[in-house]
């Protein structure tokens, strides 16, 4: 058991903010909207959703006026605060797609793996220096139970000497390496390189202009901001977890805080004493699980775990930081990596992901097909959303494409209960998923129905 003090000590030197916007070199804020703009498409949201969708407009209609309009920031909420896996699926992994949708699986394996090429591609066709490295990732056991799990699981198996090999902890077990399926990136850096690849091409960014009121006539699509007004012939929404502009999307997500703490930068024999030369992304199998990585200059950013909802779909500024949640993530931490004993963390931040239902994106259009949307990506957006700005764009300019055609597409998730049953019923999940953690994977009676219902989750 390691102690308060220690704990306590690491987490001293942290830094309450995010340790990829905490920079000198982030780019300044653009200027902000001043009167009223008209355009051929306005994009809301100036994270990778909207980032995505306004550049690949430009690259297919040159001619096509885009305007994009952020509230605060570019990359300033989830794309500047996530841990930088930028993962081929595009439904929140193998058992989730497999089990909601088997028969057009395949297929969308497929769609995932060509997502995650065509960004890299984009990357280097814009020199975007995001720290992009196709390195896979490692799921790692850490419980019997989750071994016999992993054994059946796409990817190379490790065993457990095999796996701590590739990075030594005295907890891992066993482990799979997807070796293709996963990069990292710098997020925040992600979000400003693709906003300057849009600005290349002529889209229009304004920031500090949050969308208070979204209206249609039949001329226009109007968005109303505190500045001014947005007209538009159409409009696709990137606002993922924050509250939605059509209503009934209301219930259909949850925002979900999520946590993190990066290192400060590990010296040479530090990271020699537990390997990782091949520098892959790595997630534990647990239901609540951990994710890590390593950044460019060697820091390990260590999140995941203690994913909470918080009464009313509350996202508070203040609920940014949580200091219980740092000391449960600080104290796995330095049962994960006793070797690296003494080190402290220089940052702690939180984020907040849009879960659905179904714990992938859903789709789809409003106002006879002026305004279309994609949000739920449950915390797999930074390359899904790739692919939910290539099917926005379908669905608006009303033909049928691959994409449009799927059910992952074409269906909805069912939608939380109000309050206080979506309080109730999350917090009895997340008891009951510690639970299965606990108990060799056993699910109770409250999981086992769940799953009967299609609401079921497994990480």
Same mark, same amino acid.
């Given at each position: 058991?390691?102690?308060?003090?220690?704990?306590?000590?690491?987490?001293?030197?942290?830094?309450?903010?995010? &340790?990829?916007?905490?920079?000198?070199?982030?780019?300044?804020?653009?200027?902000?909207?001043?009167?009223?703009?008209?355009?051929?498409?306005?994009?809301?949201?100036?994270?990778? $959703?909207?980032?995505?969708?306004?550049?690949?407009? /430009?690259?297919?209609?040159?001619?096509?006026?885009?305007?994009?309009?952020?509230?605060?920031?570019?990359?300033?909420?989830?794309?500047?605060?996530?841990?930088?896996?930028?993962?081929?699926?595009?439904?929140?992994?193998?058992?989730?797609? !497999?089990?909601?949708?088997? #028969?057009?699986?395949?297929?969308?394996?497929?769609?995932?793996?060509?997502?995650?090429?065509?960004? #890299?591609?984009?990357?280097?066709?814009?020199?975007?220096?995001?720290?992009?490295?196709?390195?896979?990732?490692?799921?790692?056991?850490?419980?019997?139970?989750?071994?016999?799990?992993? $054994?059946?699981?796409?990817? /190379?198996?490790? =065993?457990?000497?095999?796996?701590?090999?590739?990075?030594?902890?005295?907890?891992?077990?066993?482990?799979?390496?997807?070796?293709?399926?996963?990069?990292?990136?710098?997020?925040?850096?992600?979000?400003?390189?693709?906003?300057?690849?849009?600005?290349?091409?002529?889209?229009?960014?304004?920031?500090?202009?949050?969308?208070?009121?979204?209206?249609? =006539?039949?001329?226009?699509?109007?968005?109303?901001?505190?500045?001014?007004?947005?007209?538009?012939?159409?409009?696709?929404?990137?606002?993922?977890?924050?509250?939605?502009?059509?209503?009934?999307?209301?219930?259909?997500?949850?925002?979900?805080?999520?946590?993190?703490?990066?290192?400060?930068?590990?010296?040479?024999?530090?990271?020699?004493?537990?390997?990782?030369?091949?520098?892959?992304?790595?997630? =534990?199998?647990?239901?609540?699980?951990?994710?890590?990585?390593?950044?460019? =200059?060697?820091?390990?950013?260590?999140?995941?775990?203690?994913?909470?909802?918080? &009464?009313?779909?509350?996202?508070?500024?203040?609920?940014?930081?949580?200091?219980?949640?740092?000391?449960?993530?600080?104290?796995?931490?330095?049962?994960?990596?006793?070797?690296?004993?003494?080190?402290?963390? $220089?940052?702690?931040?939180?984020?907040?992901?849009?879960?659905?239902?179904?714990?992938?994106?859903?789709?789809?259009?409003?106002?006879?097909?002026?305004?279309?949307?994609?949000?739920?990506?449950?915390?797999?957006?930074?390359?899904?959303?790739?692919?939910?700005?290539?099917?926005?764009?379908?669905?608006?300019?009303?033909?049928?494409?691959?994409?449009?055609? !799927?059910?992952?597409?074409?269906?909805?998730?069912?939608?939380?209960?109000?309050?206080?049953?979506?309080?109730?019923?999350?917090?009895?999940?997340?008891?009951?998923?510690?639970?299965?953690?606990?108990?060799?994977?056993?699910?109770?009676?409250?999981?086992?129905?769940?799953?009967?219902?299609?609401?079921?989750?497994?990480?």
């Amino acid at each position: 058991m390691i102690e308060d003090a220690r704990v306590r000590d690491a987490l001293a030197p942290a830094r309450p903010a995010p &340790y990829w916007l905490d920079r000198s070199d982030r780019p300044p804020a653009r200027p902000p909207l001043s009167g009223d703009l008209r355009c051929d498409l306005a994009v809301v949201g100036g994270g990778y $959703s909207g980032l995505w969708t306004a550049l690949l407009a /430009k690259e297919a209609d040159p001619a096509r006026d885009v305007v994009l309009v952020e509230g605060g920031r570019i990359g300033w909420a989830a794309s500047g605060r996530n841990g930088g896996f930028c993962e081929a699926s595009l439904t929140h992994g193998e058992a989730n797609g !497999l089990a909601r949708f088997p #028969e057009e699986y395949d297929d969308l394996e497929r769609l995932g793996r060509e997502n995650l090429d065509q960004i #890299e591609a984009t990357l280097q066709r814009y020199a975007i220096d995001c720290d992009f490295r196709r390195t896979g990732q490692l799921t790692v056991a850490t419980a019997p139970h989750q071994v016999e799990e992993l $054994s059946d699981a796409d990817g /190379k198996f490790l =065993d457990q000497d095999a796996v701590r090999a590739e990075l030594d902890s005295p907890t891992y077990l066993a482990g799979v390496w997807d070796t293709d399926g996963c990069a990292t990136v710098d997020p925040a850096r992600l979000a400003w390189g693709l906003a300057t690849a849009a600005e290349s091409l002529g889209v229009r960014i304004v920031e500090q202009a949050p969308v208070r009121r979204l209206e249609a =006539d039949p001329g226009s699509v109007s968005l109303e901001t505190g500045p001014g007004t947005v007209r538009a012939d159409r409009v696709a929404l990137g606002t993922n977890a924050f509250r939605p502009l059509l209503r009934r999307l209301r219930l259909t997500t949850v925002p979900v805080h999520d946590y993190v703490l990066t290192t400060e930068p590990l010296t040479d024999q530090q990271l020699a004493s537990i390997g990782w030369r091949n520098r892959q992304g790595v997630a =534990d199998a647990g239901n609540q699980f951990h994710y890590y990585r390593l950044t460019a =200059d060697n820091r390990i950013l260590w999140g995941g775990y203690d994913a909470v909802y918080h &009464y009313g779909r509350s996202m508070r500024p203040e609920l940014l930081q949580r200091p219980a949640t740092y000391e449960v993530l600080a104290r796995h931490f330095l049962e994960t990596f006793p070797q690296l004993d003494g080190i402290r963390f $220089s940052h702690r931040w939180g984020g907040v992901i849009d879960t659905s239902t179904r714990f992938c994106a859903f789709y789809g259009t409003a106002y006879g097909d002026r305004v279309a949307y994609a949000l739920g990506y449950t915390g797999l957006g930074v390359g899904a959303t790739r692919f939910g700005a290539q099917v926005m764009l379908d669905l608006l300019s009303g033909e049928e494409s691959e994409r449009t055609r !799927l059910e992952l597409v074409r269906s909805k998730p069912l939608p939380f209960p109000p309050e206080p049953f979506a309080y109730l019923g999350i917090q009895a999940t997340r008891w009951s998923l510690a639970r299965a953690d606990a108990n060799g994977g056993r699910r109770n009676a409250w999981l086992r129905t769940l799953d009967r219902l299609g609401l079921g989750f497994d990480s």
